[in-house]
């Protein structure tokens, strides 16, 4: 299966950048399955009912998240009826929506794709760790495809994890720091990793926000208006091509 995972797509900039050029990447790639993180994409915090649909006519299968994804409350009216839009599963159990899902891809066979979130310097949601090891085995009973959407600020429980859940899964990609790292690998057991996928957005911002309202946040220590960044927005994604067992065959970085 050939798999594209998008990275923190931010604002409308984010939102057009793909909508321009997924299309050319799914016959670059031969794309299967298209995943991306969304919850930054109504105006820098947060999805919407209608973003969200805006993101699946894009082409873009299941829409991942984070922290912001209550950030607007129009999301409620979706996110308990679509099974293609995920908050991370390490939330509360009362909830609303869902952390993970599995999807049949005409041909190919099924994928699953977890969201999960860190604890370090985040909101102080259930453990990932004990949470990942309460779902992993129904998952795997379906399909050893599994992506795994960790969204955290630390590379160092980033890291951990993907030695924790390493041969279990196949793709742990972090999200949430809009940087992306160069350290995209495959492990021996075919398990690939990076600790950030990047963000989708303009990428002359601070982490996609105008520069100028941040800038006078750290000389001041005053609150600012965060505004999206305006430009030429650039695609930081992934690819990544597994077998049938889940095991990566081709992994590599997008910068577009």
């Known amino acids: 299966m050939r798999i594209l995972f998008i990275g923190d797509i931010v604002g409308r900039p984010g939102r057009k950048v793909v909508r321009e050029n997924l299309g050319s990447l799914k016959k670059e790639y031969s794309l299967d399955f298209v995943i991306a993180n969304g919850e930054n994409s109504a105006g820098g915090f947060g999805v919407t009912d209608k973003i969200f649909r805006e993101l699946r006519e894009m082409g873009i299968?299941?829409?991942?998240?984070?922290?912001?994804?209550?950030?607007?409350?129009?999301?409620?009216?979706?996110?308990?009826?679509?099974?293609?839009?995920?908050?991370?599963?390490?939330?509360?159990?009362?909830?609303?929506?869902?952390?993970?899902?599995?999807?049949?891809?005409?041909?190919?066979?099924?994928?699953g794709v977890m969201n999960l979130s860190g604890r370090i310097f985040m909101a102080p949601n259930d453990c990932p760790f004990r949470v990942f090891d309460d779902w992993i085995d129904k998952i795997r009973k379906v399909t050893p495809i599994i992506i795994i959407d960790f969204h955290a600020e630390a590379t160092s429980e980033k890291k951990a994890f993907s030695y924790y859940a390493d041969g279990k899964v196949t793709a742990i990609l972090g999200t949430h720091t809009h940087v992306a790292t160069a350290d995209a690998?495959?492990?021996?057991?075919?398990?690939?990793?990076?600790?950030?996928?990047?963000?989708?957005?303009?990428?002359?911002?601070?982490?996609?926000?105008?520069?100028?309202?941040?800038?006078?946040?750290?000389?001041?220590?005053?609150?600012?208006?965060?505004?999206?960044?305006?430009?030429?927005?650039?695609?930081?994604?992934?690819?990544?091509?597994?077998?049938?067992?889940?095991?990566?065959?081709?992994?590599?970085?997008?910068?577009?």
């Open 61 to 111: 299968d299941v829409v991942t998240s984070g922290n912001h994804i209550w950030d607007k409350k129009e999301v409620y009216q979706v996110i308990d009826q679509e099974d293609r839009l995920l908050r991370p599963l390490n939330y509360p159990p009362k909830a609303p929506g869902r952390g993970y899902g599995i999807y049949n891809v005409s041909g190919k066979g099924n994928i």
């Open 185 to 256: 690998q495959v492990s021996e057991k075919g398990t690939a990793y990076i600790s950030d996928v990047g963000m989708t957005g303009v990428q002359d911002s601070v982490i996609g926000v105008e520069k100028e309202a941040i800038i006078a946040k750290f000389i001041s220590g005053l609150p600012q208006r965060f505004e999206v960044a305006e430009g030429n927005p650039e695609i930081r994604a992934v690819f990544i091509e597994t077998n049938q067992e889940g095991k990566v065959e081709d992994f590599k970085p997008i910068q577009l």
